[in-house]
């Protein structure tokens, strides 16, 4: 499927409030109800909209502590991989895990309550994963934070 301007537009609006009603929704990009539901519809099917998510706000729920957790390996196969993607995927604390380059081999973001519960993280993490090195970072103070990612209309 290829888009254009106004499923761009609906993307944008989309990734800013997706609660929107379809009416809403047409009025923002110029289309009829219709048309937006259908290219709604086609941009689920063809696999541009994910997935629809409320965004929580984790200071509100006591994760008041974000961090970003380095880890280095000399293991480097496939069976150490999969037990790695195995252990993230169980810990729900863990956002997102990112395989880097250069002398990071991953990126850790996690949301914790406290050190204490940091800790508990770092245990379980460590014991089902051997690592080289591990390392943590932690937020200070966010100046961005969004989920949404660019798209241009042209």
């Keep these: 499927m290829e888009i254009n301007t106004f499923d761009r537009k609906i993307l944008q609006c989309l990734q800013k409030d997706c609660s929107l009603s ?7 990009v110029g ?7 259908r290219r709604v519809k086609a941009l689920e099917e063809h ?3 994910k997935s629809k998510v ?3 706000d ?5 994760l008041d502590l974000q961090v970003f957790i380095q880890i280095r390996t000399s293991q480097h196969d496939a069976e150490w991989r999969k037990r ?13 895990v990112h395989r880097m380059t250069g002398d990071l081999d991953y990126l ?4 914790v309550a406290n050190m204490a519960e940091y800790d508990a993280l770092y245990q379980r993490l460590t014991k089902n994963v051997q690592m080289s090195d591990v390392s943590a970072s932690f937020v200070m103070e966010s100046l961005k934070e969004t989920t949404e990612i ?3 209309i042209a």
Excluded: D
């Excluded at 984790?58 to 006591?62: D, E, F, Q, R």
């Design 84 to 96: 790695l993607a195995q252990t993230v995927q169980s810990l729900p604390q863990i956002q997102s």
């Design 108 to 111: 850790i973001m996690a949301r």
């Design 54 to 56: 409320a965004i929580v």
């Design 31 to 37: 289309l009829s109800r219709n048309a937006v539901w």
């Design 150 to 152: 660019p798209i241009s």
């Design 58 to 62: 984790a200071h509100k729920l006591g």
């Design 47 to 49: 696999g541009f909209i």
């Design 22 to 28: 379809i009416e809403v929704l047409g009025e923002q």
